[in-house]
């Protein structure tokens, strides 16, 4: 397993040398909108420390990103009026991961809409601001 790198494409969301749809952050954790999502009001939910996936990541912060899906799935239930929540979450190249910080998504289900295609679609900045007032407006209101 290869180590952590500081110039991976979330670890310059975190630090703000790359864009985000920022939906919410506390002290341990950061959430952002998917770019290419795989449905409407697909996030990331990401620790603020170093860790490059399930592998690695201290407890305590792998626990502050659990409790952080919970309130993000939670939400995106009801921002996107969703019937199902998938979760996601991938390890090393073998287990799918492409970017090497912790990382778990959370994807609102429509009964019978299957999931895009990962990295296919890549959505509108229109859009996808809307869908993080969505979220936000919903975590907000919990
Ligand atoms: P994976 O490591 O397999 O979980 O895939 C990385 C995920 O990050 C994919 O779903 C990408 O669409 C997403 N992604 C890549 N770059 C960005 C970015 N700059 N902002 C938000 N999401 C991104």
Known sequence: MGGYDNNNIFAKILRGELPAHKVYEDDKTFVFLDIM???PGHALIIPKAPARNLLDVAPGD???VMA???KVARAAMKAFDAAGITMQQFNEPAGGQVVFHLHVHIIPRQEGVPLKPP????ETTENLT???DRLRAALNAA
């Open 37 to 39: 999502p795989r449905a």
């Open 62 to 64: 792998l626990a502050a």
């Open 68 to 70: 952080t899906t919970q």
């Open 119 to 122: 990295a296919t679609f890549k």
């Open 130 to 132: 809307a869908h993080a």
